[in-house]
């Protein structure tokens, strides 16, 4: 197992007991490790899909602790990322192929944040956007560094999560 999977795992078991602070120092951490190793990695997809769902675990804490403008950094910072790799024109087409399945993902987080939390006009446009882009694309393969955030995801998408949407986030 690679490092920083080890330290996403750390955050996980910080998470479950809800020692806040410790699972936010263990997603950042494995967010920058990931981040060290995928500036001569670009096209690692284990990589790409690490680095989203540590993204997305903070996202989830920042939403537990209601720090509603923080977690909307990080759902929107992997939508923004992919996006623009997705522009880019020097990836292999298995990797381009692997872009849209990481995009789908994102995609989804932001649009299920945007349901738990209220959005302005422009975003809840993008929304919309969104929406129909994913309209157009096939059911993502799990990817299995994203397996690491699903109980996390599930969590901050329950009804019982205590979330509401009180603030609009921009």
């Not at 998470?15 to 690692?44: G, H, M, N, P």
């Not at 024109?89 to 738990?116: G, I």
């Not at 990817?143 to 955030?149: K, R």
């Amino acid at each position: 197992m690679a490092q920083w999977q080890d330290i996403t795992l750390q955050g996980n078991e910080a998470y479950r007991l809800k020692q806040w602070d410790r699972a936010e120092v263990a997603y950042c951490k494995a967010v920058s490790t990931i981040e060290a190793e995928w500036f001569v990695k670009l096209e690692d997809i284990s990589l790409l899909m690490g680095w989203v769902a540590n993204m997305h675990n903070l996202g989830c804490l920042y939403e537990q602790t209601d720090n509603i403008q923080q977690a909307s950094h990080h759902y929107l910072m992997p939508y923004r990322r992919v996006l623009l790799l997705m522009k880019e024109d020097c990836f292999s087409t298995e990797f381009q192929h692997y872009l849209l399945y990481a995009m789908r993902t994102v995609s989804k987080a932001l649009l299920n944040f945007s349901h738990r939390h209220r959005v302005c006009q422009c975003c809840e446009e993008k929304m919309a956007e969104i929406r129909e882009w994913l309209k157009q694309y096939p059911q993502p393969l799990m990817m299995s560094a994203y397996n690491l955030s699903i109980e996390r995801s599930e969590l901050c998408s329950s009804p019982h999560s205590g979330f509401t949407s009180s603030d609009s986030v921009h």
